[in-house]
């Protein structure tokens, strides 16, 4: 593994993450980032406080904002937010040749497809992630779960084998990190989507953690029509999610989730920046317009918080 060579692009609270468990191990770790972020890891490293792993400080072999200058990568994990997409996908070209494999975690439905559209090169798995982690003003990186969880797979029309599957599995569980081969991996980025389609929208709306939805009773039952509606896309879309996945998400809120939990869409609107309320509620309108699924509750929201994402 020490001859392979990793790319990590963005270096936000997913990036951040997995760049710093890859250079704790590894030597052949490089960064792709750009302005002051990419000044803080040059000057300081990069510095994480992990519920896992403590406090820890890494130091890439390169840190970059010019993908030449990187050169080709065995791997590369595209860790920016999904309105970045196109923009990523074009500066990172001259680091993928036919070997290399990418591993998007991005939110969203489709995004390998539409990289696989971007990209002519390489091969793409699907893939998600699961982890609460953020970074702060000085870009260090908080990690205040004591998981991260990566889930991969090929859609159903892929042309490589499973060896690369397996050969990312173990790449990852060198470095601490779980990750599962999902035998329908489209039903597992649905599974995570819908519950970003009813959390990230209602904590956005209410600017409010778990804590605060659970004492308000008028929110959870709203984010129970907003698991509803998302499943229905799903279901008519023929994607093979559980019967009671509506269930299963809003008793993980209710009982499970960490009380000062919250969103990056309740955090990205409250600081005036860009946001995911298109990747999460406009596609899911869109999706169900095509399915003719009616969804007034996600509508509403999305027409709320586009009236508080005016920056």
């Not at 896992?52 to 130091?59: I, N």
């Not at 990187?70 to 590369?76: A, K, L, P, R």
């Not at 005036?272 to 996600?298: H, Q, W, Y």
Request: charged share 25%; hydrophobic share 40%.
């Amino acid at each position: 593994m020490k001859e392979k060579k990793v790319c990590v692009v963005g270096l936000g609270g997913v990036g951040g993450y997995i760049g710093c468990m890859f250079a704790k191990h590894f030597d052949n770790v490089y960064f792709l980032a750009r302005g002051k972020r990419l000044e803080s890891i040059r000057e300081n490293g990069l510095k994480l406080y992990s519920a896992a792993h403590g406090k820890m400080t890494v130091h890439p072999k390169m840190a970059s904002d010019n993908a030449e200058e990187i050169g080709v990568m065995d791997y590369i994990f595209i860790c920016v937010k999904q309105f970045s997409l196109e923009q990523v996908c074009a500066q990172i070209s001259p680091m993928i040749d036919e070997h290399t494999i990418i591993i998007p975690l991005i939110n969203g439905v489709g995004v390998s497809d539409k990289i696989r559209g971007l990209i002519d090169k390489g091969c793409v798995i699907d893939s998600l992630i699961y982890i609460v982690s953020g970074a702060d003003e000085e870009f260090a990186i908080h990690h205040d779960s004591s998981y991260c969880n990566i889930h991969i797979g090929y859609g159903m029309n892929s042309e490589f084998d499973n060896s690369i599957l397996s050969e990312v599995q173990k790449m990852l569980q060198s470095v601490g990190i779980t990750c599962i081969i999902e035998n329908d991996i489209q039903a597992a980025i649905w599974k995570k989507y819908i519950l970003n389609c009813g959390y990230n929208i209602i904590t956005a709306y209410y600017n409010a953690t778990t804590s605060d939805i659970r004492k308000n009773e008028v929110a959870v039952k709203q984010l129970k029509l907003l698991y509803e509606e998302a499943c229905s896309v799903a279901r008519k879309l023929n994607v093979n999610i559980d019967d009671n996945l509506e269930e299963v998400h809003l008793n993980h809120m209710l009982y499970k989730q960490s009380d000062s939990s919250t969103s990056s869409l309740k955090r990205d609107i409250e600081a005036g920046r860009k946001n995911e309320l298109d990747v999460f509620s406009g596609k899911l309108i869109e999706l169900a317009l095509s399915c003719n699924v009616k969804v007034p509750m996600t509508t509403f929201f999305y027409n709320e918080l586009k009236k508080k994402s005016q920056i």
